[in-house]
Nanobody
């Protein structure tokens, strides 16, 4: 089991950048694939990005591809989401999540049910 705490959210203007962090409790972090999801007001929680156990493989939602970068450090027990060229439609609460079955088929990467541990979320607001 791993506990997750996100930070780094805030208010930025469109076109700006933010980096979100997700710190995990020590222990088995390096055995989890990690993901980022987001939930805008009145909408379902949606997949944003995923990174493999080693960090060598990443996967993105089409809406953020080329703008967002997910990375991790298994020594620091931390995963980041670097967000560039932010748009008002990126406004949401961002959640990090841990998948303890890291080798599942690609089609399951975007499913919320694939992730067993969740952080409390951090608010990101993009002004136009």
């Amino acid at each position: 089991q791993v506990q997750l705490v996100e930070s780094g959210g805030g208010l930025v203007q469109a076109g700006g950048s933010l980096t979100l962090s997700c710190a995990a409790s020590a222990g088995t972090f390096s055995s989890y694939a990690m993901g980022w999801f987001r939930q805008a007001p009145g909408k379902e929680r949606a997949f944003v990005a995923r990174i493999s156990v080693s960090g060598g493989s990443t996967y993105y939602a089409d809406s953020v591809k080329g703008r967002f970068t997910i990375s991790r450090d298994n020594i620091k027990n931390t995963v980041w989401l670097q967000m560039n060229s932010l748009r008002p439609e990126d406004t949401a609460v961002y959640y990090c999540a841990a998948d303890r079955s890291p080798y599942r088929p690609t089609g399951f990467y975007t499913e919320k049910n694939s992730y067993v541990e969740w952080g409390q979320g951090t608010q990101v607001t993009i002004s136009s």
